[in-house]
């Protein structure tokens, strides 16, 4: 939906949830992200990005009992795997992203992951209770 970028769903449909679940698994891309110093941000374009951090993650935070990092050696990566599930997509019937389309919206990604994949992967989120998997450029564990 929405041309490969994201699903959409009304609130209303979203389905409810009557006990208490014995695992959530909650994903997304800056989860884990630490704030930096302003004055060391690579891209100026980070600074919203940064200041939603200082403000929420530690917040965030607070709701984990555990943490999952996958880790890669080069971020550039995504753009293989994005590609990847947008062709396959396509394959399928489904929208899809055009490859050009892929390269700019993985490119909006990179200079956050250049500046905050490092302290991701320095400091442990959730302290003794955080599990880091890296991966190799084909998602296979190493």
Not at 1 to 17: I, K, L, N, S, T
Not at 21 to 33: K, M, Q
Request: net charge negative; with cysteine.
């Amino acid at each position: 939906a929405f041309g490969g970028q994201g699903d959409r769903c009304p609130e209303e449909a979203w389905p409810v949830v009557r006990e208490a679940p014995d695992v959530v698994l909650l994903e997304g891309w800056c989860l884990g992200f630490q704030a930096v110093d302003p004055q060391t941000l690579a891209d100026p374009n980070l600074r919203d990005v940064n200041a939603a951090l200082r403000e929420q993650s530690e917040a965030w935070c607070t709701f984990f009992d555990a943490f999952i990092v996958i880790q890669i050696d080069d971020p550039r990566w995504v753009y293989k795997w994005r590609l990847q599930a947008e062709h396959q997509m396509i394959a399928q019937g489904k929208d899809g992203m055009s490859d050009e389309a892929v390269a700019r919206f993985c490119d909006r990604f990179l200079p956050a992951y250049a500046q905050y994949l490092p302290g991701l992967y320095a400091h442990e989120v959730v302290p003794g209770r955080q599990l880091m998997i890296q991966v190799d450029r084909d998602r296979r564990p190493v």
